[in-house]
């Protein structure tokens, strides 16, 4: 081969090479893709929130159906010395902030017992993401759940009673 037509092969490459990357750019990253969802759902089941992000799925093995995943549960509160928490409507959440600010968010939380805040705090971004544009093709958000209720009150419903963390 001439070095010309090595050149040609190398430049028609390039070419090819830019037009992958120009496409990648330019794919729908602001539309949920479908690859998106099913790792969002799929780190939600591994990540354990509806255990408590989801009424009755904890007790009854993860047999809820998926339409009311995340809608928060208001009735089972988790009452220690920090008050009583109820797991809040995720769906709402995420309904409430964009995907930037979700980031942001999820990066940032600190939240009372029993969230595992400090585990969602090191999740990596394109995991938020995925998550993100899960929750927001679940459906229609729902209502907001019991809010927090302090220590010196007491709750109306079920509690799950939690000691105080021992002492160092
Ligand atoms: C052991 C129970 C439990 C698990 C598991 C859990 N959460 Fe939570 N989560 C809570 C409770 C309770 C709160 C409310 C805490 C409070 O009132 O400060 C909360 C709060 C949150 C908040 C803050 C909402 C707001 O508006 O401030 C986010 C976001 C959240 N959880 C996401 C998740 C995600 C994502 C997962 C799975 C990776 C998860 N949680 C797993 C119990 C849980």
Redesign the pocket.
């Known amino acids: 081969m001439t070095s010309r037509g090595r050149i040609a092969i190398a430049v028609c490459a390039l070419c090819v090479a830019m037009g992958v990357v120009a496409a990648q750019a330019e794919g729908p990253r602001s539309k949920a893709s479908s690859a998106d969802v099913a790792r969002g759902r799929y780190?939600?089941v591994i990540?354990?929130?509806n255990?408590?992000?989801t009424a009755g799925y904890a007790p009854s093995g993860g047999h809820v159906p998926e339409d009311r995943w995340l809608l928060g549960d208001g009735v089972l509160g988790?009452k220690g010395p920090?008050g009583t928490?109820?797991?809040?409507n995720?769906r709402r959440?995420a309904a409430?902030m964009n995907e930037s600010d979700w980031i942001v968010?999820?990066r940032k939380?600190k939240?009372?017992?029993?969230?595992?805040?400090f585990?969602?705090n090191q999740?990596n971004e394109s995991d938020l993401r995925a998550?993100y544009r899960y929750v927001r093709q679940m459906g229609p958000p729902g209502d907001a759940v019991t809010p927090?209720v302090p220590p010196d009150q007491a709750p109306k419903g079920p509690v799950v009673q939690w000691p105080a963390p021992p002492q160092k």
């Open positions: 780190l939600v990540g354990g929130c255990d408590c992000h988790f920090w928490t109820y797991a809040p995720l959440v409430s968010f999820a939380l939240a009372r017992p029993p969230m595992p805040w585990t969602l999740w998550l927090f």
